[in-house]
């Protein structure tokens, strides 16, 4: 399983967009990239995952450039109830025992009014 | 997405008793896995919980000490054994959906404290 290396925090101001990178030199073929948001006293909540190129939904834009050995999250217009930890994990979808979900230490998130 | 609901939701309890941890997901799911997560840090896999065969736990965790069951495709429980002041944490179900691709679904996770 990959290594993923995030800062461990980051500051930010409402409104403003945050791009969160992570570094995973060691990612395999068949790994996918995937966020999780994870809330004190609540679970993880996945956010958005991609393989290759760029990814977005309705909260959030994943980049992966051509050599997958970084992603960047970007979370545009962040608000006071984005602070959170945002974890980067690398791992391919599992199709048997033995793919499961490696966390890193995760990027601790501070957005100020 | 699929949702899990995890009870209890925490508890204290005697060192050397033992608690069982519950999670039942709304839709049926192969891969059920249990995570520890200590106050501020990140989580760490205990196993992985699939039904019909016999979990797979991950280097430091042991069955005796943190036995699994998966009766069915939507349930799973997790008993921490002779509990010791060491074993306080937070413990997580989680589950990836047969269908899907929002990913891994998470529980709200169980804040158990020994005293």
């Known amino acids: 399983l990959a290594k993923t290396t995030q800062p461990i925090s980051m500051d930010s101001y409402e409104g403003q967009e945050v791009n969160i990178t992570c570094s995973h030199n060691?990612?395999?073929?068949?790994?996918?990239i995937t966020w999780y948001q994870q809330f004190p006293s609540q679970g993880p909540r996945f956010i958005i995952q991609?393989?290759?190129t760029k990814v977005t939904n309705e909260v959030a834009s994943l980049f992966i450039p051509a050599d997958r050995k970084s992603s960047t999250l970007s979370l545009p217009r962040v608000s006071l109830s984005d602070t959170a930890v945002y974890y980067c994990?690398?791992?391919?979808?599992?199709?048997?025992?033995?793919?499961?979900?490696?966390f890193g230490g995760g990027t601790r998130l501070m957005v100020k009014p | 997405s699929a949702v899990i609901s995890q009870k209890p939701s925490r508890d204290i309890c005697q060192r050397g008793t033992s608690l069982t941890i519950q999670c039942q997901v709304d839709s049926q799911v192969t891969m059920m896995f249990w995570y520890r997560q200590q106050p501020g840090q990140s989580l760490t896999l205990i196993a992985t919980?699939?039904?019909?065969?016999?979990?797979?736990?991950e280097s430091g965790f042991v069955i005796d000490k943190f036995p699994i069951s998966r009766p069915n495709l939507t349930f799973s429980t997790l008993t921490v054994s002779n509990m010791s002041p060491e074993d306080s944490s937070i413990y997580l179900c989680?589950?990836?959906?047969?269908?899907?691709?929002?990913?891994?679904?998470f529980g709200s996770g169980t804040r158990l404290t020994v005293v």
């Open positions: 989680s589950a990836l959906p047969d269908r899907g691709r929002d990913g891994y679904t």
């Open positions: 991609g393989y290759k």
């Open positions: 060691n990612i395999a073929t068949n790994d996918y």
């Open positions: 919980a699939n039904q019909g065969s016999e979990a797979t736990y």
């Open positions: 994990l690398v791992g391919g979808r599992p199709s048997g025992a033995g793919n499961m979900l490696t």
